[in-house]
């Protein structure tokens, strides 16, 4: 039987990519003795929302993705990151090797809400893996599933996200508009001879902030 014991023990933002990512390096060892000829590593990546406390700043930032913190008991619950992959190489008793996790600064993706709201300490993250183990045990070659139960916790530096999407939006972020929602804000931009997006968002801010304080 697949004796697996799997650890995260680092992260970085992957280099030279398309589009933003971020790489963890794994450990994995078979403590059976077979040797491994290559496992098929399938990873779901998941934030352990609950295992950390928020600091008010946070917490306001996560308003939209948990509600009021009077309600946390009952929404603060598990975001679903990532499904990965990763194809491990043969080897005897222990390898490391990288497994690349897309992000994205969509805000409306829950993931990208959550890193966004944490800028200091550390992201408690769950890695769910499964996949199918290629080995040789008995002089006989067999086929089997990674056991159900393989998971690992990491504890990611909340700067590991922000300094991947700085490679991509330097000190700035990304924010989905319809269509007709872009040409009402061109227009204001016109009428005000606003030179930036940033510029009209801050003035219409501004002016809201303007009409609560009446």
């Not at 078979?30 to 929302?49: M, T, Y």
């Not at 183990?133 to 690992?152: H, I, K, M, N, Y």
């Not at 929602?181 to 801050?202: K, P």
Request: with cysteine.
């Amino acid at each position: 039987m697949t004796m697996l014991a799997i650890a995260v023990i680092g992260a970085h933002p992957s280099p030279q990519t398309a589009a933003p990512g971020i790489t963890f390096r794994l450990r994995i060892e078979e403590l059976s003795g077979a040797r491994v000829h290559a496992i098929a590593l399938r990873c779901q990546v998941q934030i352990a929302a609950r295992s950390r406390r928020y600091t008010k700043d946070e917490q306001r930032r996560l308003y939209e993705l948990f509600g009021s913190v009077s309600q946390w008991q009952q929404t603060l619950r598990n975001v679903t990151w990532s499904q990965s992959t990763a194809i491990v190489p043969s080897f005897d008793a222990r390898i490391e090797v990288d497994l690349s996790v897309p992000c994205t600064y969509d805000l409306q993706v829950a993931s990208a809400k959550y890193f966004h709201a944490i800028r200091n300490d550390g992201v408690p993250l769950t890695f769910l893996f499964s996949g199918t183990v290629f080995q040789t045990a008995g002089g006989r070659l067999s086929v089997e599933p990674v056991p159900w139960d393989r998971e690992a916790s990491y504890v990611m530096p909340a700067t590991v996200w922000h300094s991947t999407m700085d490679q991509f939006f330097p000190g700035g972020g990304w924010l989905m508009l319809r269509r007709d929602t872009i040409d009402r804000l061109q227009a204001f931009r016109g009428r005000h001879a606003v030179v930036t997006w940033d510029e009209a968002i801050e003035l219409l801010l501004q002016d809201m902030a303007a009409e609560e304080r009446a």
